[in-house]
């Protein structure tokens, strides 16, 4: 009669604390789609600052596993936890017998509830030291969890070890009965088939998609297929020409000019020019307000540099740097090694013939209504924004350049 009680105790506070859970990871998924599929979403309650930031939490790779949100997998924890509780009972109906394999409810659940409370320790050190956002809604979870292992564990003899060592010995004497057997790779089969396709195609995580396409670029501390000179890719007169807008102190810029690099080295026939499109009110006269104060200045000095037969390097140099003030980008010019004739630089770069081809790339992108950055041209195509590095090679391909083979 003890052990039914306190059976039956241990069973209503298990309850208590999933069914707060569930709430919990419920919320967290709204939240989840919120951050990452509504654009017009408002701020979370629990984004209030850059440090505890659910929504920013939400935004990166690390919120999924297998392209799953992590909200989704708590919610399947919670849900099984409750299987679990009721198996007893679930186990009288003809088609949930299977049930019966559960021998050791509590054991069970111990040992879901310690794995948890591991892999949340795990990722709220991620979330400390790699995202450096909190999300206290996904904390409120680690507790839980935790709080569900220390009511499972009570009364089990050998404590958390003893859980884990009778959960392993039910799992093996499950599949001892062929029917089981076969029930439960067919389970695996499904459950892997789903967890590829989630994996594969990041249906459910726009930040795995995005790390996919564009992590090997926005992760880059410097451009390693940097080119020297004034010509990107192919010099022939027929060659195919991507043209790009870009502003020295766009963040995405600076992930495209290194995916460009890298897209003039796999083409025979590819050629890439760039234009300057700074939204710096200093030069750019279409801007009702201010973005990116310095750009201009940057702009000039990298015109200036193609003149010197240096403008790839200075290009990749600046959007490493980004120099803010022009001491900061004679500075940073006088120490970079590329043997710059400083006077004629200076000089070039506040020259009437700098400011009319700064000037001519802006009117030229205003009037075919490109206006933000990075804007990529080839053909009569204008594509606004950034393309996954996959996408972007079949425009180029689309647009007739050709890919080089492994003789070239």
Same mark, same amino acid.
């Given at each position: ?5 306190? %059976?039956?105790?241990?069973?209503? #506070? ?13 919320? #967290? ?21 850059? #440090? ?32 679990? =509780?009721? &198996? %007893? ?5 003809? =088609? ?7 021998? *050791?409810?509590? *054991? ?32 409120? /979870? ?49 459950? /892997? ?29 410097? +451009?390693? @297929? ?9 010099? &022939? ?10 502003? @020295?102190?766009?963040?995405?810029? @600076? ?13 025979? +026939?590819?050629?890439?020019?760039? *234009? ?7 030069? +750019? ?47 940073? =010019?006088? +120490? ?52 996954? @590095? ?5 425009? &180029? ?10 003789? %070239?």
């Amino acid at each position: 009669m003890e052990n039914e009680n306190r %059976d039956l105790q241990k069973t209503r #506070l298990i309850s208590f604390f999933v069914l707060i859970g569930f709430v919990v990871t419920l919320d #967290l998924a709204y939240i989840y789609y919120q951050a990452n599929f509504n654009q017009y979403a408002l701020p979370s309650f629990c984004s209030v600052s850059d #440090l505890v930031d659910c929504d920013g939490v939400a935004r990166t790779v690390e919120s999924q596993f297998l392209g799953v949100p992590l909200a989704y997998w708590g919610m399947f924890l919670y849900a099984f936890i409750i299987m679990l =509780l009721a &198996a %007893d009972k679930l186990k009288q109906f003809p =088609l949930l017998k299977c049930m019966e394999v559960f021998k *050791h409810k509590f *054991h069970y659940i111990a040992s879901l509830g310690l794995i948890s409370f591991v892999i949340s320790m795990s990722l709220l050190f991620i979330s400390l030291f790699e995202i450096k956002k909190i999300c206290v809604m996904c904390a409120v /979870t680690y507790i839980l969890d935790l709080g569900i292992a220390l009511v499972a564990v009570m009364g089990i003899k050998g404590s958390f070890v003893g859980a884990i060592k009778q959960s392993w010995q039910d799992f093996v004497d499950a599949l001892k009965p062929i029917p089981y057997r076969i029930a439960f790779i067919f389970v695996m089969l499904c459950a /892997t088939a789903f967890l590829s396709w989630t994996f594969i195609s990041a249906r459910f995580s726009p930040a795995l998609k995005f790390n996919r396409e564009y992590g090997e670029f926005t992760r880059a501390t410097n +451009n390693k @297929y940097a080119v020297k000179g004034n010509l990107l890719g192919s010099d &022939a007169k027929d060659a195919v020409v991507l043209h790009i807008y870009s502003d @020295y102190m766009c963040p995405m810029c @600076y992930a495209c000019n290194t995916m460009l690099h890298k897209l003039a080295g796999e083409f025979t +026939n590819l050629r890439i020019e760039h *234009h300057s499109l700074p939204l710096d009110t200093e030069c +750019n006269t279409y801007l009702k307000q201010e973005f990116h104060h310095g750009s201009c200045t940057m702009a000039r000095y990298a015109e200036a540099a193609h003149m010197q037969g240096k403008f790839w390097e200075v290009n990749s140099l600046f959007f490493e740097k980004k120099p803010a003030t022009e001491d900061e980008v004679i500075e940073v =010019l006088e +120490n970079s090694g590329f043997g710059l004739d400083m006077d004629k630089l200076k000089k070039d770069a506040v020259s009437k013939e700098v400011e009319k081809i700064i000037q001519d790339d802006i009117q030229y992108a205003v009037a075919n209504k490109q206006i933000g950055t990075p804007t990529m041209k080839m053909g009569d195509d204008f594509e606004m924004g950034v393309k996954g @590095y996959h996408e972007l090679k079949k425009w &180029a391909i689309k647009h007739g350049a050709k890919p080089k083979s492994i003789f %070239d």
